[in-house]
């Protein structure tokens, strides 16, 4: 895993953006895995004007027994942070039902689109205090596929604030970690010292299903983009700032 710090998280989404965008310019037909939660919306911010006219994206989560009209469900979110602002066909966004009437299904059916599109080519990945990756939550098999899960505690209360006045929604479709792991790129994003503790678990500690993120280890390529105080945590971080500084100026991503 390579783990680049940078000084702000203004820094970490526009280098996501970066990557992107990049990737965009080889390869505009790109399938990305999306994510939402406060830390993506910098990267969608920078994403804006994109030409995603020939990108396919599968979102990897969504509330059980909320709508897509409800400004709460990730649905609403990848709209108003991202869809409405990019030439993207309504045909190539795949989001998780959360009303869906057979979850099950939906989930296979889910999975079948991602096949037809190829795989994912870059997975955008947040980081739950929990260690959780979308809706794995600790404890969930390495080699989970998409289903139903209950979310945990710790997860709800860092959610709470987008259903104020309203009961959580106590489930979600997730993507498992076996399909985050077939993703060819993983770009995770951390920042501010919330995430720290769990990024030192993610990247540092051992591999186990208490701390879903620590399967990236196993990833063939997976970088973590953060800041300085999600690193703080970090035992090696001088090691992952010469790391970085000695690459070569065309490997490096954008601050
Ligand atoms: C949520 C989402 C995850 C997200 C994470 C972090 O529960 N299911 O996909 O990455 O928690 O959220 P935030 O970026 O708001 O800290």
């Known amino acids: 895993m390579e783990i680049v710090i940078f000084e702000s998280p203004e820094e970490v989404c526009s280098a996501a953006a970066g990557i992107i965008r ?9 399938v ?24 396919k994206t599968f979102n990897l989560d969504e509330y059980v027994g909320v709508g897509a009209d409800h400004p709460g469900s990730y649905a609403y979110y990848m709209h108003e942070h991202l869809f409405n602002h990019v ?13 869906a009437p057979d979850p099950e299904a939906e989930c296979e059916a889910f999975e079948q689109a991602i096949q037809r599109a190829g795989g994912i080519d870059i997975q955008l990945l947040g980081l739950g205090e929990n260690g959780h990756i979308a809706f794995n939550e600790p404890g969930s098999s390495l080699a989970s596929r998409t289903r139903f899960k209950t979310l945990a505690s710790a997860t709800l209360a860092s959610n709470k604030e987008l259903f104020p006045g309203e009961e959580l929604p106590r489930h979600g479709l997730t993507m498992g970690v076996s399909n ?11 920042y501010g010292r919330r995430k720290a503790q769990a990024l030192a678990y993610m990247a540092e500690g051992p591999v186990t299903a208490m701390c879903p993120a620590s399967v990236l280890q196993f ?8 800041d300085e105080e999600a690193a703080l945590q970090l ?20 601050p």
């Not at 030439?87 to 009303?99: A, E, K, M």
């Open 219 to 226: 990833h063939p390529h997976t970088i973590a983009l953060v």
């Open 180 to 190: 985050i792991l077939e993703s060819r790129l993983c770009l995770l994003l951390a």
């Open 235 to 254: 035992s090696m971080v001088d090691y992952y700032r010469l790391s970085y500084e000695e690459k070569p100026e065309r490997l490096k991503y954008p």
């Open 32 to 55: 990305l895995g999306l994510a939402t939660g406060r830390t993506m919306e910098g990267v969608y911010k920078n994403l804006r004007g994109a030409d995603f006219s020939q990108v």
């Open 22 to 30: 990049r990737a965009l310019q080889k390869k505009p037909d790109q």
């Open 87 to 99: 030439q993207i066909s309504p045909s190539n966004i795949h989001l998780l039902d959360g009303l």
